[in-house]
């Protein structure tokens, strides 16, 4: 396992000149951290994602690359020396220009990635400089020649074996001897093409390079110290979270935790790499630490929201007693790359939610041909505007006495869909989106506060 850390480094944290200086000073002060991840500058993704999806009209196109050029150019210009930066952006500002009429006449999942890594690709640039200005010797390096991909444009899966090899070559020689700084979310497939991981992708690609170096521990440094019981956004007395188990944390980056992108913790686990998620506005009021094992395991450790859920009832007579039906269901579903999230079953129906896994972001969508397919087979009814709530914690099926709290707190909510039993860290429902942040407000006073 190497010497050094990895730090990744999310949009609020790059999100000005001030916000990288601080970035610059937690790595000083850190001999360790060699190897720096960052995701693109604050709100620059989705003004790309816009760009990708089709802007028709020139003068808004133009607008909004105004704005992701005033974003950059804001940096710069506090900068001792900006010529070398400045032509790298303009650069950049010109594919993205060239990609955005493109989109307007024809948008595509792969000109969506080759426009949107053009963020990472540019805040690298501007963060680079700004820690040589501050006296850390570092180089930028394009991580789309280490992290290797499948073509699944907008959500790729990274090729472990290749990117690992391509890390010990390329990466871990230049870490020896300087603080390497790099792009989180994209990679490249084997045609060279730019790919992203997915909305979020930035930390699991940290965690993928953390691991293909063999990293002694990786750094999520964001604008909250460390996670907590439940969004404070949501419930003010959520309370911070010092140490919490692999099992637990995954369980909630999958059901809504932003502040973990739902893949990071498997590179991680694999190797033992312990996580570390702190503030980097506030590094000093330290955060929270992820690790195989912990030295507590409550029954109630956090609770969770994810909107934009989607939820598809399946319904046939067929069903009853009938051997194959969900077999078929899922060939179908496979066939059209659906990716199912949860699922509960009766002898005549069965209802399930579907994964958002690409870069678009809103919520995930049946697509027309597979509810095509479906609808051969059985009735389909697809339901939006649902949000999930997620309790995780610790062996809550064996303890008693559990369901009751839970669900007499619940009592006045309509809960459209309840999954319970199948882990021991989590007992999750679906409900109505304009319900959900007083559910979770409610749930958190009568079980955290």
């Not at 709530?389 to 309840?418: D, H, P």
């Amino acid at each position: 396992m190497s010497a050094f850390n990895v730090a990744k480094f999310g949009g609020t944290s790059v999100a000005d000149f001030t916000a990288m200086s601080r970035c610059a000073a937690i790595v000083k002060n850190n001999p360790y951290t060699k190897l720096v991840v960052s995701s693109a500058c604050s709100g620059v993704t989705n003004l790309l994602v816009e760009l990708a999806n089709g802007v028709a009209d020139p003068n808004e196109r133009s607008s909004i690359i105004e704005k992701i050029r005033g974003i950059h150019v804001a940096v710069i210009d506090q900068l001792q020396q900006p010529s070398e930066v400045t032509e790298a952006i303009d650069e950049i500002i010109v594919s993205i220009t060239q990609a955005a009429e493109s989109a307007s006449l024809q948008p595509n999942l792969k000109l969506t990635d080759h426009l949107v890594s053009c963020g990472e690709l540019m805040s690298t640039h501007l963060l680079t400089q700004v820690f040589v200005e501050h006296g850390v010797e570092s180089l930028r390096f394009d991580i789309r020649d280490v992290l290797k991909t499948n073509s699944l444009f907008g959500s790729a899966e990274p090729d472990l074996e290749q990117t690992r090899e391509q890390a010990q070559k390329l990466l871990s020689p230049l870490c020896e001897q300087s603080v390497v700084i790099t792009q989180g979310f994209i990679g490249s497939d084997s045609e060279g093409s730019t790919t992203t991981l997915g909305r979020g992708g930035s930390d699991y690609s940290a965690a993928l390079i953390a691991e293909a170096i063999n990293a002694a521990g990786l750094e999520i440094w964001t604008d909250v110290p460390g996670i907590y019981t439940t969004d404070p956004r949501i419930a003010p007395a959520a309370k911070p979270i010092p140490e919490i188990s692999f099992s637990e944390a995954s369980e909630a980056a999958n059901f809504g935790a932003k502040i973990l992108h739902p893949s990071t913790l498997l590179p991680a686990l694999r190797h033992h790499i312990p996580v570390f998620v702190g503030s980097s506005k506030a590094p000093e009021q330290g955060g929270t630490w992820i690790r195989d094992r912990v030295a507590s395991a409550p029954l109630f450790r956090a609770l969770t929201l994810r909107g934009n859920q989607t939820m598809v009832t399946l319904k046939s007579i067929n069903m009853y007693q009938a051997y194959g039906f969900l077999a078929e269901v899922f060939q179908i579903l496979a066939k059209h790359k659906v990716s199912v999230d949860l699922i509960t079953t009766s002898e005549v129906s069965v209802s399930l939610t579907l994964d958002q896994t690409n870069t678009a972001g809103g919520a995930p969508q049946l697509p027309i041909a597979a509810q095509a397919e479906l609808e051969q087979l059985c009735s389909v009814k697809v339901e939006q505007n649902l949000s999930l709530v997620a309790l995780i914690g610790n062996n809550m099926g064996q303890a008693r006495g559990t369901a009751k709290q839970i669900f007499s707190t619940l009592e006045e909510y309509n809960l459209r869909m309840i999954c319970y039993g199948a882990s021991n860290h989590n007992l999750c429902f679906l409900m109505a989106e304009s319900d959900a942040r007083l559910a979770v407000q409610q749930l958190h006073q009568e079980l955290f506060e």
